[in-house]
């Protein structure tokens, strides 16, 4: 796969920018003789040696005429490699656009003038630079021609480098050049003898585009989407890094679950491996939950799991961050909720001082401190999106990542599982009961553990409005707030069942992304049971008449009247209230859940279940 090597062109306005360009196209033969006559002759008529940075303006004018033709990038082409440069025209859209990965240029070109050396665009550019990862930064001093001591070309140079690296930024090499004359640009100059090194189009030609290499970086999918194909569960996402083979040990990150590929599921045919830029589908070999936002990776190279993280932001909205603010953190393909706990620092790129206070925002660069909702799984210098509500407002990376738990040590308990479970006669378990107000979830779940107590096994129930006068009474009944209630109730879950207690837990839990992350909290020993009865059933119930409410708008957002339920796509039990009684129902959840939790290694040490 050959896609063209991206090159961004950088520098203060005058410095050579245009000519540069104008003259690698020449020089690597991109411009027909007859444009080059034209640029021969309108240069004369104005009285000018050749300015090749005509060869710009004449594309400028066909982008004036005809708006089809995309000619804010232009190509060249190295041997058989194709460059397109990517025009900068400012610095919000470029910085836009290189943030959110969208124009990620594979090199960089830092044009400065010898004579005038760093100037304020170029100090400038060089920070945007540093807010990039850009892995080519080349340094061109420009206009040897005009300027007689190579110290004070030299100079030039090395004040350019040392500012670079100042902002973090390696500087690949640094080229004295002459665009107009060519002295250095696609052939070294015989006028340089003090200068040993390459000329630029050979710096260039060295580039290998980062699309090449990722092949051999650690893997990254993201996770998409996960769709059911006859019996087969497919985790389709694409290939951003590494290569993926049948047979592999994936590790799903956030939840940290390990799985192997069975098969890769691609057109026409299934795929033995593939590599960045490859869609694929992923079906393991085990069943392992995963959803869309999860992170796949090789088990020796995982990404990082965080809930606190910096970014670096771009911001285009006119309102300013605030802290405490609740925004959404788009990385990859996952979407989370997440809060401003720090404004770290607030640049004003065109002017590099700090932005003050209330100031206008727009184009304004932040460092800020988030804490996401839920684990986020990701990679230094992610590129990342801020959306408030639904739109984007800033275009970020990651710059410093708190692995989760960095600073708190589990500590090992002496008494593993298998003991407390030989123990108690049967295995730890969350039995979450999802469904509508009023569908019968707590009832079922009462009277499962009057039974289940009654049978001797270690049980607990759990009601979500109970625990909302505790453990969850800081917590509202926003979209965020039930999520947050969720995840809560799902760490106690964990608990318990960690404990070895059947833990039967009963909440409304709408969204299904809740329960995807409750199940993703508790891993293995979780079980949705839907607890099915329609709005008229449970509204003509109305046990707590907050049905009644709802619908005279006494409350706002209440599931069934107007606030959405997912049902359950794939519960592992219905309990159908409006078909069956009471006592069927039960019956159903005990038996089931006694099956779950029953011993099946060594049925000897079974005795005391059921
Ligand atoms: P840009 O604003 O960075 O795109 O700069 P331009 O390419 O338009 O060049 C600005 C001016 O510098 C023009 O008058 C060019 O002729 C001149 N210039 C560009 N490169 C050279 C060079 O290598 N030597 C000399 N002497 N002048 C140059």
Known sequence: MSRDARVVVLGHVDHGKSTLIGRLLHDTGELPPARIAEIVASSRRRGLQTEW??????????????????????????????????DAPGHEEFLANAMTGASDADAAILVVDADRGVEDQTRRHIYLLGLLSIAHVIVAVNKIDSVAEPERILAAGAAARTALEAVGVTVTATVPVSARDGDNVATRSARTPWYDGPALAELLADIVPRHETAAREPLRIWVQDVYRRGDERVVAGIVSAGRIVVGDLLRVSPSGKTARVAALRAWPHDAQSAGPGDYVGVVFDSPVYVDRGDLLSHDHDLPVTVRSLQLRACWFDREPPHVHETVRLRAGSADVSARIVGILEATDPRTLAPAEHGAASRGMVYSLALRTAVPLALDQDERCAIARQGLPVAAAHAVKLQPQGANVFASSHLVNATARAHRNGHRGLVFWLTGLPGAGKTTIAMRVERELFRRGYQVYALDGDTLRTGLTSDVDFSEEGRSENIRRVAEVGKLLADAGTVALISLVSPAAADRARARAIVGEPFRVAYVAASVATCEAR??????????????????????????????????????????????????????AVRITASPASISRSV
Request: charged share 35%.
């Open 53 to 86: 940075s005509f060869a710009l303006d004449a594309l400028q004018d066909e982008r004036d005429q005809a708006v089809t033709i995309d000619t804010t990038r232009v190509w060249f082409r190295l041997g058989e490699r194709r460059f397109v440069i990517i």
């Open 542 to 595: 109305d046990p707590k008449n907050l049905y009644k409410r709802a619908r005279a708008g006494e409350i706002v957002g209440f599931t069934g009247v107007d606030a959405p339920y997912d049902v359950p796509e794939e519960p592992d039990l219905v309990l159908d209230t409006e078909r069956y009684d009471v006592e069927a129902t039960v019956a159903a959840a005990v038996e089931y859940v006694a099956d």
